[in-house]
């Protein structure tokens, strides 16, 4: 893979971001204002995005990781992930959290193969339903 650049997103990245995930402005400024997004980019294209939340307003939580089709399998979802957690260990947190749909079995494929340990389940919590495994992994 070419060369990964990976930082914190700016006002130029909204237009990637929000057309990939549902997100209002306003949210996103919000996310934007705490720095709690990262973006991809190879070659100076953005190619994905990772967005976090503190559970509690202490406890990081992975909340969405995105990258674009062609883009996947190549190592990026695994540097962004790397990247948020050394930006988390340098500001001393020991543990992320994350989930995906209960349905989404290449997701927790993905968070299995990345170290993750699966850690409870809530069930008909998404709008349609579906229950959501959560995952914890030690920094």
């Keep these: 893979m070419q060369n990964i650049n990976i930082d914190f997103a700016t006002k130029q990245d909204e237009l990637f971001i929000r057309k990939n995930v549902e997100l209002t402005s306003e949210f996103f400024n919000k996310k934007l204002k705490y720095n709690e997004i990262f973006v991809a980019k190879v070659e100076d294209k953005q190619v994905g ?19 674009y089709p062609n883009f996947r399998k190549k190592g990026i979802g695994k540097s962004m992930l790397n990247y948020f957690e050394q ?12 989930s995906s749909m209960e349905n989404a079995k290449e997701a927790q494929a993905w968070h299995k193969h990345m170290c993750f340990k699966e850690c409870g389940f809530i069930s008909e919590i998404n709008d349609d339903n579906t229950g959501e495994v959560f995952f914890r992994k030690s920094l």
Excluded: G, Q, R, T
């Design 87 to 98: 930006y988390l260990s340098d500001n001393n947190y020991s543990m992320l959290f994350s």
């Design 49 to 67: 995005f990772l967005i976090f939340d503190y559970l509690w307003s202490e406890v990081p939580f992975m909340a969405s990781i995105w990258i």
